[in-house]
């Protein structure tokens, strides 16, 4: 299932955590990296009323930095997409981490993830194309869960996004994402009303 929202190609989470000045500094926690060359690569399980049940390979890597609406982004291009989004980016400021797209030839930039997390936090976007397009996403960070994809057993932050699109080509997803300290996504979970897909992280190589 490739959707018009293919952002779970790797939907993203950094989160950093201080201690006072008067106790040893600890390094932040770095739930997905972002460097030019970093790669993840997927097992996907597809299957579903529009999908015919199948696994494959997928590869997801950031391949350089573009600039867009004045801001720094890190390109993740999609070459296996069989929708209209050929490629994501990603960008963070002090408190979200944000993942933007072309659509209609307007560039959309979109909150996904809030930088420190925390079990039971909430959070809601909305955004839009003039009248043709409308884009709505409620977040939660769901808490803290250990799984184990064919990369290895993982301590992970979970978090639920759910996007509604409204407009010329409506469409609901949801994306479920589990997120490993200095390693990223270690699976991402995509579900609409008919078909579901899951990554599962086999290998990485970061940066």
Known sequence: MKRLLLV????????????GCSK??????NYFPLAV????????????ANSPD???????????????????????????ADSTIDSIYYRKDEFFLYVGYFQMGEFLP???SPLQPQAGYTWSHADSIGMLLKIYLDGIVQGAERITVPAGTFDCMVELVHIEIRGL????VWLKYWLADDIGPARILEMSNTDTTDRQLSSYSLF
Not at 37 to 48: A, I, L, P, R, Y
Not at 59 to 80: C, E, K, V
Not at 169 to 172: F, R
């Open 54 to 80: 199948t696994t494959y390979t997928e590869i997801q890597t950031l391949d350089h930095l573009a600039n867009r609406d004045g801001y720094s982004w890190y390109a993740m291009f999609l070459p296996q």
């Open 8 to 19: 779970s190609a790797s939907l993203l989470l950094i989160g950093a955590v201080f201690l």
């Open 169 to 172: 080509a409506p469409d609901t």
């Open 24 to 29: 040893e500094e600890e390094q932040p926690q």
């Open 37 to 48: 060359g970093n790669t993840w690569n997927f097992q996907v399980h597809e299957w579903g």
């Open 110 to 112: 979109m909150p996904i």
